[in-house]
């Protein structure tokens, strides 16, 4: 496959051998008509090995993905070399597997769009090389995708949503507010200053060591606690949220984990338990830490809808709050939200739950959306290179504190 220049993030000339291999188990006919464009999308930006052909009307023609997640939970978190070594196994399969199902030889394709930024530089790097493997052979437009862009656009995918609306992204990796008044033409009004929730909600799965616990053996971090904190009561805990004074819309997670932990050493301490033992009271924890997670988000964003209606940056009355990310299928943190939404006449959106995760659906419905608009589409792949670390759009977060606004207190009666 393609060398790897980790310093740079570029790559030398592709060797083909591969890529032939791979095109040899399609019927290729050149110049094959099709009514409707149609892209390929490519996802690697973390543990999910995704990809999918959506046309330009919304139809999923085809969609394979290949899970990690198993083999990180038996690691305690993602070791990026791992997860490389995984996309390098599974990509050729994937993609394989989206086209076979779609019943699309690659030369129908008006477009190869894949995730290059932000995300692991070395999962990046995967998808990125084995992309251009295939630009270059099928001599195809090239469409980099922003993963956040992705995650806020696949609502139009779902739901006739017109611009602009306000969206909440919420991942492992990912946390933060923003205006989207366009395909590409975002407004950051907040994001996390530390790490993300579904970070610290896995940090605190870990810490409880939930694997162990027979009814969450298999799932991942967030879904552990979601799952626990069904059975737990939350008033056991007296845990408050982060920034309560900070009339802004950033979000902190870092201190909350580390009132958990504290919480938990003093738990096992009561309970004479050693750590990696399972406490009687780990479902009170994880109601407690999940309620808390679920207030802090509902707060900031609420700020965020008073902020944008306040300079008409959003409707007085049809205003639509989208919610998406892996954290967003967390039925809890979705009612909290749906609090916030009563309050404010805004309509609250979230993509179905196999969306709001990683997939190749989003980053193809991306490219679709550039296509359309017809921007950021490359002839020339020369320097293309992946970003591990990018921003979303222009940050007038500064703006936002300065506004202060008050937020009204709202009962968060779940």
């Not at 592709?14 to 095109?23: A, D, G, N, T």
């Not at 996802?43 to 023609?61: I, K, Q, R």
């Not at 006739?160 to 989207?180: D, M, N, Q, R, Y």
């Not at 626990?228 to 900070?246: E, S, T, V, W, Y």
């Amino acid at each position: 496959m393609l060398i790897l220049n980790k310093t740079a993030g570029v790559f030398s000339k592709p060797s083909k051998r591969k890529v032939y291999e791979f095109l040899r188990s399609f019927n290729i006919y050149p110049g094959t008509l099709f009514l409707h464009k149609l892209v390929l999308g490519i996802e690697t930006s973390c543990d999910d090995t995704a990809a999918a052909v959506v046309d330009e009307t919304g139809n999923v023609l085809g969609e394979a993905m290949h899970s990690q997640t198993e083999v990180h939970l038996k690691t305690g978190g993602i070791i990026p070399p791992v997860a490389q070594q995984l996309h390098r196994e599974n990509i050729q399969r994937i993609v394989q597997e989206a086209l076979s199902v779609s019943r699309i030889s690659p030369s129908e394709l008006s477009a190869i769009a894949t995730t290059i930024k932000p995300g692991l530089a070395l999962s990046l790097g995967v998808g990125l090389s084995f992309s251009l493997q295939l630009v270059d052979q099928l001599k195809k437009p090239f469409i980099p995708i922003h993963h956040m862009e992705a995650h806020a656009l696949t609502i139009r995918l779902t739901n006739k949503v017109e611009f602009p609306f306000l969206v909440l992204l919420i991942s492992g990796g990912h946390c933060l507010l923003a205006l989207v008044r366009g395909v590409s033409d975002f407004l950051l009004l907040g994001k996390s200053l530390d790490i993300a929730p579904g970070d610290m909600l896995d940090k605190v799965a870990r810490r409880l060591s939930l694997i162990r616990h027979p009814e969450c053996s298999t799932m991942s971090g967030g879904k552990a606690i979601e799952h626990l904190a069904k059975q737990g009561n939350r008033f056991h805990f007296d845990i408050k949220p982060p920034m309560q004074r900070a009339k802004n819309c950033d979000f902190s997670f870092s201190g909350l984990q580390h009132v958990i932990d504290k919480t938990i050493m003093q738990k096992e301490k009561e309970e004479g338990i050693e750590k990696g033992q399972i406490l009687s009271s780990a479902a009170d924890i994880a109601a407690a830490v999940q309620h808390t997670t679920a207030c802090h988000l509902a707060k900031r964003t609420h700020r965020a809808i008073l902020f944008c209606k306040q300079r008409n940056l959003l409707s007085q009355s049809n205003a639509v709050l989208v919610v998406s990310g892996g954290v967003a299928s967390n039925l809890y943190i979705r009612k909290a939200l749906e609090i916030v939404t009563n309050a404010t006449q805004c309509t609250l959106l979230c993509p179905p739950p196999r969306l709001c995760t990683d997939n190749g659906i989003m980053i193809a419905w991306n490219g679709i959306e550039r296509l359309r608009a017809g921007l950021g589409i490359l002839h020339n792949i020369e320097g293309v290179r992946y970003e591990p670390k990018c921003p979303l759009g222009v940050d007038i977060s500064k703006e936002v504190g300065e506004a202060a606004i008050k937020v009204p207190r709202l009962k968060m009666k779940i």
